[in-house]
């Protein structure tokens, strides 16, 4: 019997997917018809075109979308049998079909929406193995796999190979028990390696933490693995001694994943130094740096205070805000605020939020503030066209924290 293979994208919203090689840029302009036409290496193609991988040549072809097509779901991926020989697919074609959908170029302040796109992809995934299975072909299961790419990770020294493999890991850790798997065979450890070589790059770091991220989020099993292996006294480590931005927010990022609903990290955290070296980073001249830091300790203060009652005498030894007073936090707030600019809303926004916990303790430095909270609500009634509710929560925020240190200052006197 034959049968051919193709895997189908459908691209709808994604509008630089033909660049399969960064270094071989082909410029010949694709012109898409209602045939399948094979996408030349390096040459782009306009968005929203029906995309296939064929298999058994490993071409990409695309071709307008039929209308009706218009309905199927974006990035939905069907695998299509036809005639020629029985052939296995080859984890290396699978990883040419996903090649199209480039993970590691998202813009770090958007890690929320790398997760959604991730979690969409592999829903894909999961799809097209569940399509494989109903046509009768092997695929391996996740625990081979995963099995697989730990032992790939553990041999190769070849950092293009570990892109691929770390891109293929963030797909599998974000399921709950592949996390587990990957942590019971000690897959954290190469994780860990890894940001501490010498010899791997940013591009690298900064995916380990977004795998180590995936694998942390919402998973207890895996937290209390890396809470037991010292990660966090390590991450605090590399978030002293990282120089180059982009990694420090991936840092934050994983360390945030670590530390939320969890509070015997959380503990450990402040054991090992973690409010001081969050008052350190309030000094880093990057805002979105500022702004993590800040959101991640607003994020934890608020978890404290929301706490159900069963649950308290876990973090009755958490002090996360006094201690971030103790090591300067107020004052360093404060000069904060006046830097940032006024246009940026969600930066202003997240800071502002972050504020209100404080406004007591913090009331000596937060006077100051005064005009430039005065300012920042004249701008922002000035901006709320139509009473837009992200406006309405801030402006109501601002007059919460002007009307509590105006009081101070007069109760002061
Ligand atoms: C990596 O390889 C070494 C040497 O073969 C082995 O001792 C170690 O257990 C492997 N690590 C993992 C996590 O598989
Ligand atoms: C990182 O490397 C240093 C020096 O090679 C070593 O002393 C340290 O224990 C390593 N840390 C971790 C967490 O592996
Ligand atoms: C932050 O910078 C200020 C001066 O800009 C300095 O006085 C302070 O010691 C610094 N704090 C930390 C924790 O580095
Ligand atoms: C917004 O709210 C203010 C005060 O509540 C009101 O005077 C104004 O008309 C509202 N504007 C719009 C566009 O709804």
């Not at 090649?99 to 969409?120: F, G, M, P, W, Y």
């Not at 000069?335 to 940032?340: E, G, I, N």
């Not at 007591?360 to 006077?367: A, L, Q, S, T, Y």
């Amino acid at each position: 019997m034959k049968k051919l293979f193709f895997i189908y994208f459908l691209i709808l919203s994604f509008s630089t997917v033909a660049q399969q090689s960064e270094n071989s840029e082909n410029t010949e302009e694709f012109v898409p018809t209602n045939e399948w036409q094979i996408v030349k290496e390096g040459q782009k193609i306009p968005p929203g075109l029906h995309i296939r991988l064929n298999l058994e040549t490993g071409l990409r072809e695309a071709k307008l979308i039929d209308n009706n097509e218009q309905q199927s779901s974006s990035n939905s991926i069907i695998p299509v049998p036809t005639e020629t020989t029985q052939e296995e697919i080859s984890r290396h074609s699978l990883e040419q079909a996903f090649a199209n959908l480039d993970l590691s170029k998202d813009d770090v302040k958007t890690d929320k929406t790398h997760e959604e796109e991730i979690r969409k992809q592999f829903r894909s995934y999961e799809e097209l193995k569940k399509d494989f299975e109903s046509i009768n072909m092997k695929i391996q299961t996740d625990q081979e796999i995963l099995i697989n790419l730990i032992d790939q990770l553990n041999k190769t020294d070849n950092n293009d190979n570990r892109k691929t493999i770390l891109t293929d890991l963030e797909y599998y850790l974000h399921q709950y028990d592949n996390a587990i798997l990957f942590s019971d065979l000690n897959g954290l450890d190469l994780l860990i390696d890894l940001l501490n070589s010498t010899n791997t790059n940013a591009e690298i770091r900064s995916l380990v933490n977004l795998v180590l991220g995936a694998a942390f989020q919402g998973n207890p099993k895996v937290q209390l693995k890396a809470l037991q292996r010292g990660y966090i006294q390590y991450f605090l480590h590399l978030l002293n001694t990282e120089t180059d931005d982009n990694i420090i927010l991936r840092l934050l990022f994983t360390l945030s994943t670590l530390l939320r609903s969890f509070p015997q990290a959380q503990k450990n955290f402040l054991k090992h130094g973690g409010a001081e070296l969050m008052v350190k980073i309030l000094n880093q001249t990057n805002n979105k740096i500022v702004v993590r830091a800040l959101t991640l300790m607003n994020d934890l203060i608020i978890e404290k205070e929301q706490v159900m009652d069963n649950k308290q005498e876990v973090y009755k030894d958490i002090h996360i805000l006094n201690q971030l007073v103790d090591y300067g936090w107020c004052a360093r707030i404060s000069t904060r605020l006046t830097l940032f600019d006024t246009d940026n809303f969600d930066h202003i926004e997240k800071i502002i939020h972050a504020m209100i916990p404080f406004i007591d303790i913090c009331h000596r430095d937060f006077i100051h503030l005064i005009p430039t909270l005065d300012k920042f609500h004249k701008i922002y009634i000035k901006n709320n066209f139509d009473n837009d509710s992200i406006y309405m929560d801030m402006l109501n925020n601002i007059h919460i924290i002007l009307t509590k240190l105006r009081q101070r200052s007069s109760d002061d006197l």
